[in-house]
């Protein structure tokens, strides 16, 4: 029944469906998996780096976690070469609010505005749907501390704790039964870890594989948003338990 209704994005099935904008999220589901916590003090963001082949060269900068202002931060599943179009957008739009009313924009008003964008290219004909799904962690004076996701379809919603990629289903369950209130960021790091350890399709977790982003007050008020160096998250790894240290020579 599905194959007379999926050509265009902008046509309901029978049952009401939008079959396009299901296969968008279907791609995501193949994707490397995300996970974001809310805590007291900060959000943090834990991305699965997919290795395809041992001959690839190792990207210098992140791939799955991305700067968009000084405030707000996001980690990507999904097609990446679509989630570089929708970050530049936001880049850019927060730097037009900065320009125009000289403060950082509001968490949710810059998750909306993005979302606005995905919803046009499930509602257009001839355009397809954007194949990423994204986890927004980000700091203002109206709400504090903030976690969003968004999926192709353009809803958003906020989290405290949130799964997306593959495994998306297990790693949520996980969290909906280990996630406490007023967690603290040290302990949202180790739910992370241990949450994808337990999801991942990998054997053992390796720094090399993963990448550990936080977004944190600094002492004198700031917001931060720091990439957690291979080094430090293979002692983290290691001091959680998650995986083994390695053997002396």
């Given at each position: 029944m599905s194959r007379r209704y999926d050509s265009r994005t902008t046509i309901f099935s029978p049952e009401g469906r939008l079959y396009q904008v299901e296969y968008a999220m279907e791609a995501i589901g193949n994707a490397g998996s995300a996970i974001g916590i809310l805590s007291k003090d900060g959000v943090v963001l834990v991305g699965e780096k997919k290795v395809t082949s041992k001959l690839l060269q190792t990207s210098t900068s992140t791939e799955k976690m991305y700067k968009i202002?000084?405030?707000?931060a996001c980690a990507?599943?999904?097609?990446?070469?679509?989630a570089n179009i929708l970050i530049n957008t936001a880049r850019v739009q927060a730097q037009r609010y900065t320009f125009s009313y000289q403060e950082p924009m509001p968490v949710e008003q810059l998750v909306q505005s993005l979302c606005d964008t995905?919803?046009?290219?499930?509602q257009f004909g001839g355009l397809r749907p954007f194949g990423v799904s994204f986890l927004f962690a980000g700091w203002d004076k109206n709400y504090g501390f903030q976690l969003y996701m968004?999926?192709?379809?353009?809803?958003?919603?906020?989290?405290?704790?949130?799964?997306i990629g593959a495994n998306n289903q297990a790693a949520q369950s996980m969290l909906k039964q280990d996630y406490k209130d007023n967690i603290s960021r040290e302990e949202a790091v180790q739910l992370a870890l241990k949450v994808l350890s337990k999801t991942m399709d990998s054997t053992s977790l390796t720094c090399d594989k993963l990448e550990l982003a936080e977004v944190f007050l600094?002492?004198?008020?700031?917001v931060?948003?720091?990439?957690?160096?291979?080094?430090?998250?293979?002692?983290?790894?290691?001091?959680?338990?998650?995986?083994?240290?390695?053997?002396e020579a």
């Open positions: 202002d000084d405030h707000i990507v599943a999904g097609i990446m070469s679509d995905k919803q046009g290219y499930t968004s999926d192709p379809s353009g809803n958003y919603g906020g989290w405290k704790a949130a799964a600094s002492s004198s008020g700031k931060k948003y720091e990439v957690c160096t291979p080094d430090a998250l293979s002692k983290l790894l290691v001091k959680y338990g998650v995986t083994q240290p390695p053997a």
